[in-house]
């Protein structure tokens, strides 16, 4: 039953972080969707004359709109795997789980926050002329864009989400095992 719970969760932060980059892509789409808009519809922005304020509001509720929005699922799943795994597999499995998604977690944010760092930082290495032979517009700063695109959910949102996954489900795990639900039903 532990390895059951180990394997069961070291995969939990790879579809929490998963959720999350699928999340920033879907908040990113709306924020595009209501900038065409606003281009559209609010006469001299597009062309940058003076006077001309874009709606910066409608974008900032946008973006804590979805944040909410996107949040949900993530935060569902930190909160029922406890339960379902100690209601369904036992103790000894939800310590595995516990165990696993530490373990996975930890190592995944590590990478997440540095690997995105790293893509960020080398856009910026090339805009400042760090990088011989690389210079913003050409084929290496293209593809320090789009590195840059996935870096900075990477240490920004999924890297960090992964920290309140594992002790969220560390919680609710104590809460659970506190009340005596899993005593009651002889899985202790």
């Known amino acids: 039953m532990v390895v059951i719970g180990l394997l069961i969760g070291g995969g939990l932060p790879f579809v929490v ?16 969707v209501e900038i065409r808009r606003q281009f559209k519809e609010i006469d001299g922005l597009l062309e940058g004359r003076e006077g001309v304020k874009p709606d910066s509001k409608k974008c900032v509720d946008i973006s804590t709109q979805a944040a909410l929005r996107e949040m949900i699922g993530p935060g569902v799943v930190a909160i ?9 597999l036992g ?15 930890v190592l995944l944010a590590l990478f997440m926050a540095n690997a995105g760092g790293a893509w960020d930082n080398a856009k910026k290495a090339i805009e400042q002329n760090h990088i ?12 320090a864009v789009i590195g840059d695109t996935i870096g900075d959910p990477f240490k920004d949102t999924s890297g960090p989400s992964l920290n309140i996954l594992i002790k969220l489900m560390s919680i609710v795990a104590v809460v659970l095992a506190g009340t005596g639900e899993l005593t009651k039903n002889g899985l202790l």
Not at 17 to 26: D, I, L, N, W, Y
């Open 91 to 105: 103790t000894a499995a939800l310590g595995g789980m516990l165990a696993g998604a530490l373990v996975s977690g």
């Open 132 to 143: 011989a032979g690389a210079k913003k517009g050409d084929e290496a700063h293209d593809a």
């Open 80 to 88: 029922l795997a406890p339960v379902i795994i100690g209601f369904s």
């Open 17 to 32: 972080a998963a959720m999350t980059m699928t999340s920033v892509g879907k908040a990113a789409g709306d924020m595009v």
